[in-house]
């Protein structure tokens, strides 16, 4: 334990950061410990962590003296945000910023940032082909990540940026999986046309950190992007129909019509999609699956997270 390089985790009760401390766990010999970082160290996640090995340490994204006493003495540390808890790009900037001061007071050598692409680069505020939302943004949960590198790169905090994809687990846990239509046939939609979508299996993200960190200081200062596969919606769509077996068509309504759905973060995941759909060159450029699995050899394609996890999807309306 005591020559092993301490990762800190922040969200190792979550799916990002629980997959890369699974992954380090999973290689008790790999020189690597895991710290996991939670608000509630008596949760059943942060004690099943523990039970495995884990030192668990409490700290919160909005208290930057728990986040520098959380990371003292670590070699690495994982930084993730979790917008969809607050819905907030103006808290998620100032969570980043505090993962990023902790880092630099602590002297962590290798961080690795969580982030995604800033698409106002790609569609500026005055561009009417999508809404700006809350007075600032186009796609609020990815321009705050992406607008919060500066934080790691102006605090000369040794980065690297991850880029990750769309989790197929959305399927199960977002709500984003396929419903019956009127006629009872199961619809999946989705709003991006014949456009493919890059996506990963979440646990497989995890297992890419661990990859770069391993990787250590030549991919410092590197924007990464990691994918399982990149599928269009009708590929989708057939992939759960093989999965289920059942029928599964493709419902490719409008980034518009998504917007209008009108569940809380309808109209930011509708300009997200649409960003993906028309920016699809360069969203998908950066997102290569065969480096993505010199990172993680076990890396997934949909058909093995189908095989895996196809049961768990909810079907009902
Ligand atoms: N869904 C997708 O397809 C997708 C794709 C790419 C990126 N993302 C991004 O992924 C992020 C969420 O990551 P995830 O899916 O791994 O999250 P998750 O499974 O919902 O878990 C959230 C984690 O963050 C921790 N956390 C939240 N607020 C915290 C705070 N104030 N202080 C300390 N820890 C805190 C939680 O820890 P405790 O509760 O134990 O404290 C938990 O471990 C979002 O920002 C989203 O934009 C999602």
């Not at 969570?95 to 969580?114: E, T």
Request: net charge negative.
């Amino acid at each position: 334990m005591q020559d092993r390089k301490v990762i800190a985790v922040i969200g190792a009760t979550g799916a990002q950061g629980g997959g890369l401390a699974r992954a380090i766990l999973d290689d008790p010999d790999g020189g690597f410990a895991v710290r996991a970082i939670t608000r509630n160290v008596a949760s059943d996640k942060a004690k099943a962590l523990a039970a495995r090995g884990a030192e668990v340490v409490a700290a919160d994204l909005d208290d930057p003296a728990s986040l520098q006493r959380a990371f003292e003495g670590a070699y690495g540390a994982y930084c993730v945000t979790n917008f969809w808890e607050h819905f907030s790009p103006e808290k998620e900037k100032a969570q980043a910023r505090n993962l990023a001061q902790a880092a630099k007071a602590a002297g962590v050598r290798h961080v690795i940032w969580s982030t995604l692409e800033d698409t106002r680069q790609h569609v500026p505020l005055s561009d009417a082909r999508m809404p700006t939302l809350m007075g600032h943004y186009k796609v609020p949960h990815f321009d705050a990540k992406g607008e919060s590198n500066a934080y790691f790169t102006e605090a000369g905090v040794p980065t690297t940026f991850l880029l990750t994809s769309f989790y197929w687990d959305n399927l199960i846990h977002f709500g984003l999986g396929p419903k019956p239509g009127a006629d009872g046939v199961l619809e999946f939609t989705l709003p991006m046309g014949d456009a493919p979508l890059p996506g990963i299996a979440v646990e497989d993200i995890g297992r890419s950190a661990y990859g770069i960190f391993k990787q250590g200081d030549a991919l410092i200062g590197k924007t990464v992007g990691i994918v399982g596969e990149s599928l269009t919606g009708a590929q989708m769509a057939e992939g759960l129909a093989r999965a289920l077996g059942r029928p599964v068509r493709y419902n490719a309504v409008t980034p518009a019509q998504f917007r209008g759905f009108g569940f809380p973060g309808a109209d930011d995941l509708g300009n997200m999609f649409q960003f993906k759909q028309e920016f699809a060159r360069e969203f998908g450029a950066p997102r290569d699956p065969e480096r993505t699995r010199t990172l993680d050899p076990k890396l997934q394609t949909y058909a093995q997270w189908l095989q895996a996890h196809a049961a768990e999807i909810p079907l009902e309306a």
